[in-house]
């Protein structure tokens, strides 16, 4: 029996997720863009996207999840309106690892300050247009390589983390 989404959620789980009641899927290459807008679910939506998540899972198949990550839990409306929460370890665990029924296999943190200080003396200067147009040119994907190289973020001072979680046979 396929569980009762609200209707405020449908379009912010993906389809695969709610159309895979009958099926079970592969290893969770599929699952990652969930991954990228689970923090966007109103309510309890993120505990309810992460236990589907968790059910429908093939044994020994993985969930990688990012979030935004900050030292106090806050939820509410973003500075574009949109709805966006952003965890802390303790939400972390309480609202997506636990609910999910998964084994915490794996979690990291990204983005120290360093980091994003960097970032911001270089990428996010540049006006909207110049980011644009070395975003087609991949730019941006060198600079994340870059600091990526040197970043040392901790639960302490990350901007996002991310767990990979595994289901277990049985």
Known sequence: MRPTIPPRMEGLLLECVMSATPTILTKVSMLS????????IPDDGDIL??????????????????VPYTQKFREGR?????????????????RLVKPSGLF???EGFIFDK???????????????YTRYLLGWAGIPLLISQVL????KATK????????SLKKIDG
Request: aromatic content about 10%; charged content about 25%; hydrophobic content about 30%.
């Open 33 to 40: 863009p969930a991954s990228q807008h689970i923090e966007h």
């Open 49 to 66: 996207a992460i236990k589907e998540i968790g059910r429908v899972l093939k044994p020994d198949g993985r969930a990688f999840v990012s």
């Open 114 to 128: 360093t980091s994003r200080r960097l970032a911001g003396m270089t990428y996010y200067k540049l006006p909207g």
């Open 156 to 163: 302490y001072d990350a901007q996002f983390a991310c767990v």
């Open 148 to 151: 990526s190289c040197r970043d």
């Open 78 to 94: 973003s500075h574009g309106g949109h709805f966006e929460r952003m965890y802390d370890y303790k939400a972390l665990q309480e």
């Open 104 to 106: 915490l296999e794996r």
